[in-house]
């Protein structure tokens, strides 16, 4: 708990000082039925009143998923591509979104998972798209409002799109090391640089986990988080369509 403290709540204090609050949001990926670390996820954001974004893959879920969220009403649902299908090359990163199919055959597969997704959580779906790999090809994007789409999440700082851009910042994840959870203090030194690009540009911090994956060091980790964060004066853990309706609000 102390590097939260030190370098986390250190960096909300110094917001406080100033008179303001950093927007944080949770975004889960790869969500298709009711497991039990999705129950341990809706469990550990909900003791502590965080909102939750699940990226759902429309190809493999269904009405067990819808009901088990239907309970969860700090919990918005997001279109994770169609059905996390690697279309890439084997030297290529891994995309289901990319030119290695014809760009009508993508978009109809986007349209379907968004009127499926659309339909099953209604209350509490959010048009926004979050692909597979955090990837999609670049000429696809501004074909998306279309389809209904008014919004992307991908990961990294946020670039000039053709769409409103909520990503997330900082990967629970080792991906390529252990796979399981990051080290804490690595965690906690990305979130406070986040925090200290926001405090001068704006913008919100985006935390990316993975349920399915999760070993004792990630769950530790959200807990620790979420204790230093959520009653913290300088800190607001904002649901996803907020930030989105933000975006599209004049200022001034």
């Not at 469990?43 to 009405?63: Q, R, W, Y």
């Amino acid at each position: 708990m102390d590097e939260f403290k030190t370098v986390i709540g250190g960096e909300l204090d110094r917001w406080h000082q100033a008179g303001k609050v950093a927007q944080f949001w949770l975004r889960d990926d790869d969500a298709i039925e009711p497991t039990g670390p999705l129950d341990r996820l809706l469990d550990i954001s909900a003791a502590f009143a965080v909102p939750l974004t699940l990226a759902v893959i429309p190809a493999h879920t269904g009405e067990a998923l819808a009901d088990r969220l239907r309970r969860e009403p700090l919990c918005s649902v997001a279109v994770h591509g169609w059905s996390h299908r690697n279309h890439a090359g084997p030297d290529e990163k891994k995309q289901e979104l990319g030119r290695h199919r014809p760009a009508a055959d993508v978009l109809a597969e986007l349209k379907r998972g968004f009127d499926q997704l659309a339909e099953l959580h209604r209350e509490q779906f959010v048009p926004m798209l979050i692909p597979p790999w955090n990837r999609i090809d670049a000429a696809l994007v501004p074909q998306l409002t279309g389809l209904g789409y008014s919004a992307l999440s991908v990961y990294g700082p946020e670039k000039p799109a053709a769409l409103p851009l909520v990503n997330t910042h900082v990967d629970v994840m080792d991906w390529h090391g252990t796979r399981g959870g990051r080290d804490r203090q690595a965690l906690a030194v990305e979130i406070a640089a986040r925090l200290r690009f926001m405090f001068d540009h704006g913008g919100a911090m985006g935390l990316l986990t993975h349920h399915l994956v999760h070993d004792e060091a990630v769950w530790d980790f959200m807990t620790a988080l979420f204790t230093v964060t959520a009653d913290h004066p300088a800190c607001r853990w904002t649901p996803v369509a907020e930030i989105l309706r933000q975006q599209h609000t004049p200022v001034g």
